[in-house]
């Protein structure tokens, strides 16, 4: 069992940035992804951007593609969103997940991001 806590989500005006973090504790495997989702209201959650534990291979939506980075910190087994160049249709709240198989099987609580214009 793996838990994941997310932190940093805040209200930014359009334009600013702002810094996800997700701790993971727990039966900690490496073989794992790690993904950032977002769900705004009345949509469908969708995947933001995710990285290999080991090897740190990224994939970014190309809707945050040259604005988002994702990392991690495996000693410290974190991780991290930087979202810069916030637009209002990012404003969601972001879930952090472990993603094995193609599919994510651990989730936190989430954590909102308002972003005004």
């Known amino acids: 069992q793996v838990q994941l806590v997310e932190s940093g989500g805040g209200l930014v005006q359009a334009g600013g940035s702002l810094r996800l973090f997700c701790a993971v504790s727990?039966?900690?495997?490496?073989?794992?992804?790690m993904s950032w989702f977002r769900q705004a209201p009345g949509k469908e959650r969708e995947l933001v951007s995710s990285?290999?534990?080991?090897?740190?291979?990224?994939y970014y939506a190309d809707s945050v593609k040259g604005r988002f980075t994702i990392s991690k910190e495996n000693a410290k087994t974190t991780m991290y969103l930087q979202m810069n160049s916030l637009r209002p249709e990012d404003a969601a709240v972001y879930y952090c997940?472990?993603?094995?198989?193609?599919?994510?099987?651990?989730w936190g609580q989430g954590t909102q991001v308002t972003v005004s214009s």
């Open positions: 997940a472990r993603v094995s198989g193609g599919s994510a099987d651990s």
């Open positions: 727990g039966r900690i495997s490496l073989n794992y992804n």
């Open positions: 990285i290999t534990w080991i090897g740190g291979t990224t």
